[in-house]
Nanobody
Framework: QVQLVESGGGLVQAGGSLRLSCAAS????????IGWFRQAPGKEREAVSC????????YYADSVKGRFTISRDNAKNTVYLQMNSLKPEDTAVYYC????????????????????????WGQGTQVTVSS
């Protein structure tokens, strides 16, 4: 069973930055695609960004393109989400999740993955952006 732990959330003013981390306790970490998702109060959970197991293929939701950057360090079993130019509408609980990849997915395929494809989820970290 994969265990994922998010950290790095907090309160920041609009225009500020945060870096979220997702630490995974599992072997063969580099066989998993990792996604970042968020859920605001009263809204459905949505995909923010995703990175393939290897090859560096990435997906970003339109709402965060150009502002967020996903990266991973397979030696540290950790995926990061650098969030710049934060907006109040980015306020949400952010979750990371893992999906086993038989073969590394393309960026387009990463963006089409349903939430149900991600078998393991972290507990979430709160990000609050004040105006």
């Amino acid at each position: 069973q994969v265990q994922l732990v998010e950290s790095g959330g907090g309160l920041v003013q609009a225009g500020g930055s945060l870096r979220l981390s997702c630490a995974a306790s599992l072997e063969a970490f580099d066989y998993y695609a990792i996604g970042w998702f968020r859920q605001a109060p009263g809204k459905e959970r949505e995909a923010v960004s995703c990175i393939s197991s290897v090859g560096g293929r990435t997906y970003y939701a339109d709402s965060v393109k150009g502002r967020f950057t996903i990266s991973r360090d397979n030696a540290k079993n950790t995926v990061y989400l650098q969030m710049n130019s934060l907006k109040p509408e980015d306020t949400a609980v952010y979750y990371c999740a893992a999906k086993w990849e038989v073969v590394p997915l393309t960026a387009q395929a990463l963006g089409l993955l349903p939430l149900s494809d991600f078998a393991s989820w972290g507990q979430g970290t709160q990000v609050t952006v004040s105006s």
